[in-house]
């Protein structure tokens, strides 16, 4: 009988996740476009985590208003430790990646409407 033939390391990966279940959510949380990610109940379950570690306060400036859960790493997308996330406020996560925070810009003048206009 011809020896077995060794499995590469992605495919004997593949056969883990194939035979494990929670590997396999793993493996689809780690892949599915984040959009759809940041829907599941295991993103808002690390999510609440984060904010509650953080005692619902921005990790930079301290402000509890508009905050969002910042991904340090995608690296365990799915699995996060929680070292991977940090809780910033809107401002400090724009500042993070370099955009214009949308929250504290003016408000548009409004224009009155027309007389006799409802």
């Not at 499995?7 to 590997?23: K, M, N």
């Not at 959009?35 to 402000?63: F, H, K, M």
């Not at 993070?96 to 949308?102: Q, S």
């Amino acid at each position: 009988m011809p020896e077995p033939v060794p499995l590469s390391r992605a495919v004997a990966e593949f056969v883990r996740v194939l035979a494990d279940p929670q590997a396999r959510r793993e493996h689809e949380l780690a892949t599915m476009p984040y959009g759809e990610y940041l829907q599941t109940p295991e993103w808002r379950e690390r999510r609440d985590q984060a904010l509650d570690r953080a005692g619902y306060r921005c990790q930079v400036c301290n402000s509890g208003r508009n905050l969002h859960v910042h991904h340090r790493t995608y690296e365990r997308r799915g699995r996060e430790l929680p070292g991977d996330l940090t809780v910033l406020c809107s401002g400090c996560h724009s500042l993070f990646h370099g955009k214009p925070d949308k929250s504290q810009r003016p408000a548009a003048p409004r224009t009155l409407a027309p007389s006799g206009a409802c």
